[in-house]
């Protein structure tokens, strides 16, 4: 990926921006919700579309001059379709946790029960966080994985499913790094009348590109955001099956949202473009490849990873081995120039915001062109990171060292 930054007069805002292009281009990101969107994402961003206020829907706008940006949302619609094979798609969600909102809000009413995988085994906020609107308006049950596979138990979830009989039943994870059995789910939600919504948001690029089971035959909600796997801008999207189409369309718009982001829904379209060429398959490919390779290689070093493995762009590497908690680990791993987020482990013993491990996704760095043998290069270097995390001048011998690496991998020209 190659671009050009345009300098702007607000020198304070130009002097951040050029900082922030720096600290991407000089460290290893391992976040496994981020990516580097593409050139002419960013540049679509910041078009002219910004300008533009359409609430509404195509040929239903409440605003005049809006012929164009109705072809460019259409474009949208139509891209998504083609890539996921949606009865129905709404591009217009700023974020996932807007799209998931929608959902609720076009399924469920208030204090309604919703069944949703817990944070802290690897769900995510707006499955049923006591602190998030999932938990605050409506009443969430919780699953989590088994104790000892670590990966989800479709039985027990049918039983905490047929106990509470809830109205909703989500599958989707932010840190569950195991392939989704949507249509056991299907089976569940099936079972006791509930809606089936299926998150996507971090596995969106593998399901497009057949690398991961679609949800779109079971499930009668998907969401889903544009960036992580995707790669596209920061963003979401809901797709539903035709009989929920006009209801969900209400949820987002006059629901939860007014005027749509017509540049973000512009930059999606070019995501969706991207996303349907072949080099994108290969692309997927090579982010399991490189999440495969680097599980193993920390295996090799000693370390334990949460469900012995992964399936798909991110795993989840327990640090305890090491006498270190994970905001340990992602603090002395920032200083050396890598960026990780820190994780829960199933039965976590820590607190959410200390930790016992960190999470591990190869998105960003597989866009920037690394490969099998540049990964396992970087767990070595995490692991001599670990070893010295309280060493100022160590970890200053691994920043120069991860200075030198990433010249090899530039982002901007």
């Known amino acids: 990926m190659t671009t050009k930054h345009t300098s702007i007069k607000d020198h304070e805002i130009e002097s951040l921006i050029q900082q922030e292009i720096q600290r991407e281009e000089t460290t290893i990101n391992l976040i496994a919700s981020e990516n580097y969107a593409s050139t002419e994402v960013l540049k679509v961003l910041g078009s002219v579309l910004t300008n533009k206020y359409a609430e509404g829907y195509p040929g239903k706008r409440y605003y005049a001059g809006c012929t164009i940006v109705d072809h460019v949302e259409k474009l949208a619609i139509e891209r998504c379709k083609k890539l996921f094979g949606a009865d129905h798609i709404n591009v217009q969600p700023h974020s996932g946790s807007q799209a998931n909102m929608a959902v609720y809000m076009t399924a469920l009413k208030p204090d309604d029960t919703v069944l949703g995988m817990g944070l802290a085994e690897g769900g995510h906020m707006t499955h049923g966080h006591p602190k998030n609107f999932s938990s605050i308006y409506y009443n969430a049950i919780q699953y989590g994985v088994d104790r000892e596979t670590e990966q989800l138990n479709y039985n027990a979830i049918a039983e905490l499913a047929h106990k509470h009989k809830p109205k909703l039943i989500i599958a989707g994870a932010s840190a569950y790094s195991r392939s989704i059995d949507f249509a ?68 987002v718009m006059p629901g939860i949202q007014g005027g749509p982001f017509m540049h973000v829904i512009a930059a999606k379209a070019v995501c969706f473009l991207e996303a349907l060429q072949p080099s994108f398959k290969e692309y997927q490919q090579q982010i399991i490849a490189n999440a495969k390779a680097m599980a193993h290689a920390f295996q090799d070093l000693g370390y334990r990873i949460v469900s012995g493995g992964t399936d798909n762009h991110l795993f989840i590497v327990d640090v305890r081995s090491k006498n270190i908690t994970g905001r340990q680990a992602e603090h002395a791993l920032e200083k050396a120039g890598i960026t990780v987020s820190r994780s829960c482990i199933p039965f976590d013993s820590q607190k959410p915001w200390v930790t016992s491990g960190i999470r591990i996704g190869t998105p960003a760095i597989t866009t920037r062109g690394m490969k099998e043998k540049e990964v396992i290069e970087i767990a070595q270097l995490i692991d001599d990171v670990l070893a010295y995390a309280e060493d100022e001048k160590y970890l200053e011998k691994i920043r120069r060292k991860i200075l030198d690496f990433c010249k090899r991998y530039l982002l901007y020209q």
């Open 184 to 251: 056991q789910f299907a089976k569940i939600a099936k079972e006791v009348g509930a809606f089936f919504l299926a998150d996507i948001a971090h596995i969106a690029g593998l399901v497009a590109a057949g690398f991961h089971p679609s949800p779109i035959e079971y499930a009668d909600f998907v969401t889903s955001t544009t960036h992580k796997t995707l790669r596209g801008p920061r963003g979401g999207l809901t797709m539903c099956k035709n009989s929920y189409a006009a209801d969900l369309d209400k949820a």
